[in-house]
Nanobody, 123 residues
Framework: VQLQASGGGLVQAGGSLRLSCAAS????????MGWFRQAPGKEREFAAA????????TYADSVKGRFTISRDNAKNTVYLQMNSLKPEDTAVYYC?????????????????WGQGTLVTVSS
């Protein structure tokens, strides 16, 4: 599978953005898709993940209630809707994928990564 992330940009605090991750070459539904983010000088951290087969989701505490991950089977695309954005959400956002049935939340558990898209939230 290959991943293409898009949708980043500059937004004011309190605003919204929707990121997209197009997955090509995916066969079957036994995939888990995740969104991670990496702020300047920090480690890449988990934000959200979704199990493709049934749409089950999990979120990091820092984004719970503000971000929503979803998938569109027909478009082979995973989305990250980000609302009530804060300056501390500023980061490069990466989508990731792996085969499996668990919902994985650490970067080491994913084996396929997209190129990243920059989100900048101004105060």
């Amino acid at each position: 599978v290959q991943l293409q992330a898009s949708g980043g940009g500059l937004v004011q605090a309190g605003g919204s953005l929707r990121l997209s991750c197009a997955a090509s070459g995916r066969s079957g539904s036994d995939y888990v898709m995740g969104w991670f983010r990496q702020a300047p000088g920090k480690e890449r951290e988990f934000a959200a993940a979704i199990r493709w087969s049934d749409g089950s989701t999990t979120y990091a505490d820092s984004v719970k209630g503000r971000f929503t991950i979803s998938r569109d089977n027909a478009k082979n695309t995973v989305y990250l809707q980000m609302n009530s954005l804060k300056p501390e959400d500023t980061a490069v956002y990466y989508c990731a994928a792996r085969r499996g049935v668990m919902i994985y939340t650490t970067k080491w558990e994913y084996d396929t990564w997209g190129q990243g898209t920059l989100v900048t939230v101004s105060s």
